[in-house]
């Protein structure tokens, strides 16, 4: 975290010792042989063609031919910086987790993102944001991968690919780019009602902060702690940022949109260089961890459902500076990989089948997008901790391993390297108890409730804030082609609050449905087939 200015010329200082700065005073070819001309290809005279021998031109753009890599299949556009974690002392009855102790300062890299849009797209969009955090702690990384709402459009993980779908720009034409006013979102979060919470939290003004600053941050699942005595809880994570929540209103979202795309990414740039550090605490919701592993009657497991901070207040346990900007975008910001798995001791998993699939999900993404199983020897991925993994070979190796024997017992390299046994920094995979169950497709009952938590949301808003998420609602809505989305959209407003249905339906033209009438089928109507197909004008 070492802070870093900018000389009038640009040039930076701070730059991390392990930075290729490529400033000597030679030109070379990636073999390092001096270069006299870089301007000119190699020809046959001054007007001949260009010679095959020229391996100067060929090294110089077949590199630029394979510049680019896929972009995350979600969350593709973001922004990050490096920063300093310190702990408080205030977990250490909950959890052993070693950077939490107090005073502990740990170097951590933080990547906030839109989920939907591209690469490219703008900055300022309606959406949710990611807000990833890489804690290099000297017990092993741990990654943080959370959002700025504190609920989930699903309830599994296997419908991440169907919601994704739904969410992402239409298939024929590839619009829209990253807003949710289209057919396909509406149609998936109508007929997949668990979807209703989060999506009341992305038409609320959460769903177009003002800078990533001002965002909360939310580990969202329930995760089980164990202390040094073995002892459990369950805790819910959060982030709150010391300059408080704000939002853009949507007339600013829009315009800026326009003027500046990457409004919040050079907020967050300009914010670190002008010494302005960013700051967050970290908090814990803290939970007994009951057999039923619910608190006041919420299912815990459920990551459609919070748990409101006035039965489980936020204890606040570190502190978050941001202080240093990334080198180079590339190296840092768009190759990090985190994983919901990189957990140190002290904090372990729990069933909620949405993080059980994301456990899978991330290294199997990232062996595509980063070219194989070495991603983790890449600068911004390395561990602060020592690695003595046994892991070889792949492509893009970088180690060159000493030794001859990476397996467990050996003879021959001294035994080398031991399972930590019971060492109080050994990972602790909670011993709970594993329920005997048929096996069965299904969820249970508790995540049947759809509706009171959106309903909890929208009776907690202010007027004003009620007003923006009912013009949120309709100009979304209003974007829809299908007639019967909008109104299987209503029917479930309905299932919330009359009022708010009342005010979108108004807004839409369109009659407002029976607040007891019936709720959406999951099963869809024989009309709705033809979504994709054909666009009636309504
Ligand atoms: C990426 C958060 C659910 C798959 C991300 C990122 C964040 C995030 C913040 C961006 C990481 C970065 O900046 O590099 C969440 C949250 C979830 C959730 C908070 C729910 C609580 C899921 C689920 C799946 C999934 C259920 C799949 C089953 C992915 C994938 C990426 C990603 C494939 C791209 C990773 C990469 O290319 O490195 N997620 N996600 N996510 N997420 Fe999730």
Request: aromatic share 8%; glycine share 8%; hydrophobic share 35%.
């Amino acid at each position: 975290g070492t802070p870093q200015t900018r000389t009038p010329t640009g040039a930076r200082t701070g730059v991390p010792a392990d930075a290729h700065a490529q400033q000597g005073a030679h030109l070379t070819t990636a073999q390092g042989a001096r270069l006299r001309d870089t301007d000119h290809s190699l020809k046959a005279g001054p007007r001949g063609p260009v010679l095959l021998q020229d391996h100067h031109l060929r090294e110089k753009i077949t590199h630029f031919d394979h510049e680019r890599i896929p972009e995350r299949v979600v969350h593709a556009r973001g922004a990050g910086a490096h920063g300093v974690f310190t702990g408080y002392g205030t977990a250490e009855a909950v959890t052993r987790a070693g950077f939490l102790r107090k005073g502990r300062e740990t170097e951590v890299f933080v990547r906030f993102s839109t989920v939907l849009g591209s690469r490219g797209s703008a900055d300022t969009v309606r959406d949710t944001r990611g807000f990833a955090t890489k804690f290099y702690t000297d017990e092993g990384t741990f990654d943080l991968v959370g959002n700025n709402m504190p609920v989930f459009f699903i309830q599994d993980a296997i419908k991440f690919p169907d919601i994704i779908h739904a969410a992402k720009p239409h298939p024929d034409r590839e619009i829209p780019q990253a807003q949710s006013a289209h057919d396909t979102f509406w149609d998936f979060v109508s007929l997949h009602t668990e979807a209703q919470h989060h999506t009341m939290w992305n038409m609320s003004d959460r769903g177009i902060p003002r800078s990533y600053r001002t965002m909360e941050g939310f580990g969202v699942h329930t995760f089980r702690l164990v202390n040094a005595a073995g002892e459990t809880a369950l805790a819910k994570f959060h982030w709150k940022p010391k300059l408080g929540v704000h939002s853009l209103t949507w007339e600013e979202a829009q315009l800026l949109g326009g003027i500046d795309p990457d409004f919040h990414r050079r907020d967050l740039y300009d914010a670190i260089e002008a010494g302005a550090y960013p700051e967050w605490e970290l908090g814990f919701q803290v939970f007994p961890d009951t057999p039923e592993e619910t608190f006041a009657g919420i299912d815990l497991l459920d990551p459609t459902k919070i748990v409101p901070e006035e039965l489980a207040p936020v204890q606040a346990v570190g502190r978050l500076v941001l202080t240093r900007t990334p080198t180079n975008f590339f190296a840092e910001t768009e190759q990090v990989a985190f994983h919901v798995g990189h957990l140190p001791p002290g904090i372990d998993v729990t069933n909620d089948p949405l993080l059980q699939g994301r456990l899978f999900s991330y290294v199997d993404t990232q062996l595509t997008r980063l070219g194989g199983p070495n991603f983790a020897q890449i600068p911004v991925n390395r561990p602060h901790a020592a690695v003595n993994d046994m892991l070889r070979d792949g492509f893009h190796q970088h180690a060159v391993h000493a030794g001859v024997a990476p397996y467990r017992p050996n003879s021959l390299d001294g035994g080398n390297p031991f399972p930590a046994g019971d060492d109080e920094h050994a990972f602790v995979d909670v011993p709970v108890t594993v329920a005997q169950a048929p096996k069965v497709r299904a969820n249970p009952a508790s995540f049947d409730d759809h509706f009171s938590q959106a309903r909890l949301f929208w009776q907690s808003m202010s007027p004003v804030e009620r007003e923006h998420i009912v013009r949120a609602y309709t100009f979304e809505l209003g974007k829809c082609y299908h007639q019967a989305i909008r109104e299987r959209q209503l029917r479930c407003l309905a299932a919330i609050d009359p009022v708010l249905c009342a005010e979108v339906a108004t807004g839409l033209g369109l009659p407002v449905p029976e607040p007891t009438g019936p709720l959406p089928e999951v099963t869809p109507s024989p009309a709705l087939s033809q979504v994709g197909r054909e666009w009636p004008a309504d």
